[in-house]
């Protein structure tokens, strides 16, 4: 009998002959072909094992959704993500992946002990303390020119309204053995955030080995709409990721622009299913993916269902939308309702994805279409209707931004690391210390996101909650960007608060914010990983709204406080002009458009107390 190579679906290449080979479900190569070389796919039957739902965290004092402390580990584990592969080495918060699901309530007090007890063991608490990384750490790369191969981490809750060192400032990541106590007063409305790592230019690996986990802040105004709650609402963290033979996760040996897996993997299963009751479900999808976008539908063969999004990144819509279809970026959210009670049971339908990658100027064999499956039983569910309208949703009014910032996005050849062939995605040409964005706090900022590329970035601030205004067109001409064409309004299922927003090719995109909560330093960047680690993240200052001024006359802000800034803000006041509203007469610092003696009181008050 004559033999070759034979690919098995593990990925693993055997000399077989080719009846042995089809036996063990191979794929035969040819007589004499050797497997040196052979570059064996991995094949993973889909929709064989049942979606996994987080746990709930278990707090260590106080009560979960309220109040609580917490400590969560990051371990390393391993755990199955398909049942045709063997167990997958991961890193997980409190030893899964993604982590346990921190419930939280508006204004009560959560606080978390994140321990890095990352082990070169995959019995957690055994081994040692690692100083290396599972994957090639690159040392040029800012951050790790400081850290080296050692995995620092850091938790950043995305979306949270927190104080700048409870944030997760990326150059604050620690290594194994350390641990640090964060507090999130959840100052904020219901949302669906996600913690996830934010370590200083080995975020993508950190994320990718399994750093991710939800946490939801609800309020009464939520808990009094008529949601599906209980077993009927879900959270779905959608993650592309490739595996090498015999599971182990595969990611790049070296830096590039982007990472696109093979497999979707949905709350860390390959392909998974769900049995539904018919009836509504509420899921809470996040794209946690480093750098793939997903266009989400739901077919039974090619047709789109209609679903409803009720909610954006950080929090509830006006109202139910019926849509076909929603595209989600890296960290963006989606809280959709789907109607199963419309299928009899046994029917049979998919969660698939549409997405190019690179999005939106990739090649269409790029597409992963897979994502889960939903199988419909006779049990009834949720029946009771959607309500016709959710949470007000006011529209910051433009004319209160105090100043509009000009953000361009655009790559770069690499002069600090030249090894870096892709070079590396800016900021209007500046750097992690250049601070040159100093908001005052309370005031209205419209950023306007320049987009010189063919790629869609997914830009993220953080502290803030923000809305999009607008989209329009630019040409270049003598390299200046002149906007051209009409101002588009933002697509309706990005109308809502957002904390990440698609900065659309060759686009301006508008999105207006107001600073508030706290003051201090925070980052803000793209979120695709392999981006964001590699200098398309910079930082900006939330300043005393007394800070007007840094000596030049200009209504530059500089951090500080001093008559300079006292002088400034008599000329604009005396002036009349709009940037001298800072009260509404409330002492609140909430603007109201006009300039009257109430925004000098309170000017004055908060000069005198300096912040
Ligand atoms: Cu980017």
Redesign the pocket.
Known sequence: QPTGSCCLPTGFCIIETAANCSAQNGVYNGDNTICEGQDCPIVLTPFVDPLTIPAVATPASGTSGGAAHYNLAMVEFNQQLHSELPPTRVWGYGGTYPGPTIEAFKDQTVTVNWINDLRNSTNPGLGQLRTSHVFPVDTCLHGPDMTGEVPVTVVHLHGAKVAPESDGDPDTAYPPGQQVLFTYPNPQAAATMWYHDHALGITRLNVYMGLAGFYLIRDAQENALNLPRGHNEIPLVIQDRSFNPGGSLKYHATLEDNFFGDFMLVNGKVWPYLDVRRGKYRFRIVNGCNSRALTLSLVEDVDPITFHQIGTDLGLKSAPLAINSITLLPAERADIVIDFAQFPAGRELYLVNSAVAPFPSGAPDSVVRNVMKFNITATAGDTDPLPASLVPVPTPDPSLAARTRWLE?RNFADAHCPSHPDGT?MINGLLWDDLTELPRENSYEIWSWVNR?T?????HIHLVRFQILDRQAFNVVNNQVVPTGPLIPPDPTEVGWKDTVQ?TPNQITRVIARFEGFRGIFPY????L???DHE?MRRFQVVCTADFDDGTGTGTPDGGVTIDDFLYYLVIFENGDPGADVDDGSSTGTLDGGVTIDDLLYYLFRFEAGC
């Open positions: 996005l995605w590329s790629f869609t970035h997914p830009m900065a960047h793209c979120h695709l392999e981006h964001e398309m």
